[in-house]
C-alpha cells in the first residue's frame, strides 16, 4: 500500500496500481492541498503535507550538525540566515531535552533529493551533500518568512528532489568584466534557488578573462580592448576608454571552492573556433592571415577565427590543459557557434587540412576541429560541450549540445543518441527585453517575459519517451553586451530565474501560474534581504488587443499580475480624457493614445500606447506564413494599431528568417484603397533587412536602391494601389541571404514586419 498524507491528520491509502481517473482524483486534492497552505516557497516544493502546530525560530535555537558536510550546510545556512533574520545560530554537536534546534543529518545519498520536516520542538533536514545544499535554501525561505509570523515556522514535512539534473545559468564576462565578489554573490543567488550549473563565459572577441600562465599575452593584452561599442549595435557608435580585466588562476580555485561548498558545478567556455578575437590579438600566429592587431570592440562576431592547423591545436591543447587543472567539472564548453568561414575558404593552411583529412567543405572542416578537441579532452577524462552549431558537418562522437537557436539542435541531438541541454532563445535568453520597450533599459532585443520563461517546457512534445531520457534540462543566458555592471545583470536575472527555477525543479503537475506570481511577490522581500536589484516590470498591467468587431476598430483589455489600482485615460487631438478606473474591456476606432495609470505599493506608473488607425485596423488577417518561433505573434499583430520599437522586442513585431512571407487581410464589405503602408525594419547590422520587393495581386513593388540602404531602424513604404477590394493578399519578397559586405554574408538574413495601414 501507498499513503499520501492529507492536510496532516488523514491518511488515504492508495493501490500502487490505480486508475487513470483515480490518479486525476489525487492529484487535483494534493495540488489543492498545497496552495491552500498559502506555500511561497521558489521552486515549489515536490511533495508537501502540513501539521496544525508550529516550531519558533530564534536567536537562541540551536543548530545539531555532526560531520563535515552537515556543519558546511549549517555554516551556508547561517551565513544566509545573517543577511536576511539578522542574527546566526550557534553551531552545536550535542543538544539538551529542553533545547528547540535544527539538525543537519547527513545520509548516504548521492542525488539532490532530501526531506525537511518541521516539529514543534526541533526541525530535521536530512540529505546527501547535494541533498542537504537544496534543502537549506527551503529551510533559509521559511526561517525568512517567520518574521511575518512572530517567528513561527509552520510544521510541516517536505519530501523533494529535482525534475532535472541539469539546471543551469550562464554569465558572459567577455563583453563586461564582472569582479571576482560579484561572481561569488551570483552563484549565492543560484544556490538560493537550488540552481546546480555555472556556465561561466570566460573569453569571447572582447576579451579573455582567464589567466593561462604558459601563455601571458592572453592577458597581458587579450583582456584589455581600446574601446567599447556605446549605445544601439546598429549605431556602431565607440568610445574610447581602455577597458579589461581577469581572473587569475587563484581568483578561479576561490569561486570554483566557492561553488563547490554549494554544490553548484562551474563548466567553462573558452571559445574556438570563432569568438576568438581577443586570443588572436595576443597570438596573431594561430589566425589565418595573422595580422590580428586588437581585441574586438563592436559586439557581435569577427571573419578572423582560429586557423586549422596543427601549430593551433598544440596552443589550444596547452590551454585546455591549464583549464582542466583549475575546474575539476565533468564538462567544458568549447563554444562551436557563429564561426565564420570566410577566412577557411582562402587560407593555404585550411585548404591544406580539408586536402589532408579528405573533407569536402569549410562544414567538415569545423567538425573536424570539434572533434579533434573532443579527443583530447576525452584523452583527459573530460567532455565537451558545444551551441547547436557544432551539429553542422556532422556532430562530435560523445558531445553534448546546447541548444539555443530555437529547440531543433536539442532535437536532433536525442534522437541521434546526444545528451542536449535546452536553452532556446525564445525563452531563456535573459538579455531579452522583459517588458514594454518604453519601461525597460536598453537590451539586446527580443521578449521575454516572466510569464513566457514560467510557460516553458523543456522537453519538446515531438520527441519519443527513449529520446527524451537525452535532455538533461536547460540554463538561462545572461549575454552582458548591454549589462554595464552588476546592478543591472541582478535586474536582468530577476525574477526571471524564479520562473526558471520552478520549471526545472517542480513537477509540472504542480505548476500554477497564479500562485506563482504570488509567491514571486512573497520572495521579492526576500531578495531586497540580499539587496538584489530586481525588475518590477512584470507587475505592470498587460494590454491585449483584439479585433473590436466592426472594422477598423479594436478592443483593448487590461489584466495584472498582482493587485493594483488601474486608471485609463484616452488622448487625441481633441486633448486628455479624464483617467477613470478601469473595469472593462475600451472599444476605440480612431487613431490616439491609450494612457494606462497603476499604482503598486506606493509606486505610480504610467505607460503610453500610440495607436495608429487606417481601413485595416483590426480587421481579419491570415498569417500564412507563421512567423520564426522567436518572434510568432498572433496575426493582429500586423493590424493592430502599434508600430513596434527600435530596438525591436518580440511583442510588436513578426519575423521571419530566409523566407518571403505571404499575409491576407480581408475586409468585411468592398472597400476603395488608395495606398497600402508597410513599417518594416532595416538594420543590416543585426541581419535584418527591408524586402527586396512587395507584392500586392499582380503588382509588385520593387524597393528603390535608396530604401535597401537607409540609414533609419524603422522604415514605411507606401504602396499606390488607386482601386478597390474585398481582399488584400500582400508577399514580402525577402532579399535571401545577407549581402556581401553585410553582416552574416551567406547566411539567411531577417526580415521584421510590424504594421501594415491601408488608406
Known amino acids: 500500500m501507498l499513503s499520501v498524507m492529507l492536510d496532516g491528520c488523514i491518511k ?18 494534493f495540488s489543492s492541498h498545497v496552495f491552500s497552505q498559502k506555500v511561497s516557497l521558489i521552486p515549489l516544493p515536490n511533495k508537501i503535507s502540513s501539521a496544525p502546530k508550529k516550531f519558533t525560530i530564534s536567536s537562541a535555537t540551536k543548530i545539531l550538525a555532526n560531520g563535515d558536510m552537515a556543519i558546511q550546510a549549517a555554516e551556508l545556512f547561517n551565513s544566509w540566515l545573517k543577511q536576511t533574520n539578522g542574527y546566526a545560530l550557534p553551531i552545536v554537536s550535542t543538544v539538551l531535552r529542553k533545547d528547540r534546534y535544527i539538525a543537519f543529518s547527513m545520509i548516504n545519498d548521492t542525488s539532490e533529493k532530501y526531506m525537511l520536516k518541521v516539529k514543534r520542538r526541533f526541525v530535521l533536514l536530512e540529505g546527501g551533500a547535494a541533498g542537504l545544499i537544496r534543502g537549506t535554501s527551503t529551510l533559509l525561505q521559511l526561517a525568512f518568512q517567520s518574521l511575518e509570523t512572530k517567528n513561527k515556522i509552520p510544521c510541516q514535512t517536505i519530501y523533494d528532489q529535482p525534475k532535472f539534473g541539469y539546471r543551469g545559468v550562464h554569465l558572459d564576462v567577455s563583453r563586461h568584466f564582472l569582479s571576482k565578489e560579484f561572481v561569488k554573490r551570483y552563484i549565492d543567488l543560484l544556490a538560493l534557488y537550488k540552481m546546480n550549473t555555472f556556465h561561466w563565459h570566460l573569453t569571447d572577441d572582447q576579451g579573455w578573462r582567464i589567466q593561462i600562465i604558459k601563455y601571458p599575452r592572453l592577458t ?77 570592440r563592436a559586439w557581435g562576431g569577427f571573419d578572423d577565427v582560429f586557423c586549422v592547423n596543427d601549430s593551433t591545436f598544440s596552443f589550444l591543447e ?98 541521434s543518441g546526444h545528451n542536449a541541454i535546452m536553452s532556446p532563445g525564445t525563452h531563456c535568453y535573459f538579455d531579452h527585453y522583459q517588458g514594454e520597450r518604453a519601461t525597460e533599459p536598453l537590451a539586446f532585443g527580443g521578449y521575454t517575459t516572466l510569464e ?55 513537477d509540472t503537475v504542480w505548476h500554477n501560474e ?13 531578495l531586497d534581504s540580499f539587496h538584489v536589484n530586481y525588475s518590477n516590470t512584470w507587475h505592470l498591467p498587460s494590454l491585449k488587443i483584439g479585433g473590436g468587431g466592426k472594422v477598423p476598430s479594436l478592443l483593448l483589455s487590461l489584466s495584472s ?71 510568432a505573434n498572433l496575426p493582429i499583430t500586423l493590424v493592430d494599431g502599434i508600430t513596434g520599437a527600435f530596438p525591436w ?21 468592398i472597400q476603395k484603397v488608395d495606398s497600402i503602408v508597410v513599417v518594416y525594419l532595416h538594420d543590416p547590422v543585426s541581419w535584418i533587412h527591408a524586402p527586396a520587393s512587395i507584392s500586392y495581386g499582380e503588382t509588385e513593388l520593387k524597393f528603390e536602391s535608396q530604401k535597401a540602404t537607409t540609414t533609419e531602424a524603422i522604415n514605411r513604404i507606401s504602396i499606390p494601389v488607386n482601386m478597390e477590394m474585398k481582399n488584400i493578399h500582400l508577399r514580402f519578397n525577402s532579399i535571401g541571404l545577407n549581402p556581401e559586405g553585410t553582416a552574416g554574408a551567406g547566411q539567411n538574413g531577417w526580415l521584421f514586419v510590424s504594421e501594415i495601414l491601408v488608406y
Open 12 to 29: 488515504v491509502p492508495v493501490k500502487m496500481k490505480i486508475n487513470i481517473i483515480n490518479s486525476l482524483v489525487l492529484i487535483l486534492l
Open 220 to 296: 597581458d593584452v587579450g583582456s584589455w580592448r581600446s574601446g567599447s561599442m556605446i549605445g544601439p549595435y546598429r549605431n556602431q557608435q565607440f568610445d574610447s576608454i581602455p577597458y579589461g580585466g581577469f581572473y587569475t588562476q587563484n581568483d578561479i580555485r576561490e569561486v570554483v571552492y566557492y561553488a563547490s561548498q554549494r554544490q553548484i558545478t562551474i563548466i567553462p567556455e573558452i571559445e574556438m573556433p570563432g569568438h576568438s578575437l581577443a586570443a588572436l590579438a595576443a597570438y596573431p600566429e594561430y589566425s589565418c592571415l595573422g595580422t590580428v592587431k586588437e581585441v574586438g
Open 318 to 415: 596547452d590551454v585546455l590543459s591549464e583549464v582542466i587543472e583549475l575546474f575539476p567539472s565533468k564538462y567544458i564548453h568549447i563554444g562551436g557557434d557563429e564561426c565564420p568561414k570566410l577566412r577557411w575558404s582562402q587560407c593555404p593552411k585550411c585548404l591544406n587540412t580539408r586536402f589532408e583529412k579528405n573533407l569536402n567543405n569549410e562544414d567538415e572542416l569545423q567538425s573536424y576541429f570539434i572533434q579533434r578537441i573532443e579527443k583530447f579532452l576525452n584523452s583527459k577524462d573530460r567532455q565537451i560541450i558545444g551551441w547547436d552549431e557544432i551539429l553542422e558537418g556532422g556532430l562530435a562522437p560523445n558531445a553534448t549540445v546546447m541548444s539555443w537557436r530555437g529547440i531543433d539542435g536539442g532535437k536532433t541531438a536525442a534522437r
Open 452 to 506: 513566457k520563461v514560467y510557460s516553458y517546457r523543456p522537453i519538446p512534445d515531438s520527441l519519443t519517451k527513449d529520446e527524451q531520457k537525452f535532455i538533461l534540462g536547460a540554463q538561462a543566458n545572461l549575454w552582458t553586451e548591454y549589462m554595464y555592471d552588476e546592478k543591472q545583470v541582478e535586474y536582468m536575472l530577476f525574477p526571471r530565474l524564479c520562473a526558471l527555477s520552478e520549471v526545472l525543479w517542480t
Open 514 to 526: 497564479k500562485s506563482f506570481y504570488k509567491r514571486v511577490l512573497q520572495n521579492q522581500h526576500l
Open 561 to 631: 499580475k498582482v493587485p493594483q489600482s488601474i486608471q485609463t485615460a484616452w488622448e487625441d487631438d481633441n486633448g486628455v480624457s479624464e483617467f477613470t478606473a478601469y473595469r472593462n474591456p475600451k472599444t476605440v476606432s480612431s487613431t490616439g493614445k491609450l494612457l494606462v495609470r497603476s499604482n503598486y505599493n506606493q509606486h505610480e506608473t504610467i505607460v503610453k500606447y500610440p495607436f495608429e488607425f487606417s481601413k485595416v485596423t483590426g480587421a481579419k488577417i491570415n498569417l500564412i506564413t507563421p512567423g520564426n518561433k522567436s518572434y
Open 649 to 669: 522586442t518580440g511583442k510588436h513585431w513578426i519575423g521571419w528568417i530566409g523566407k518571403s512571407p505571404e499575409v491576407q487581410i480581408d475586409f468585411s464589405s
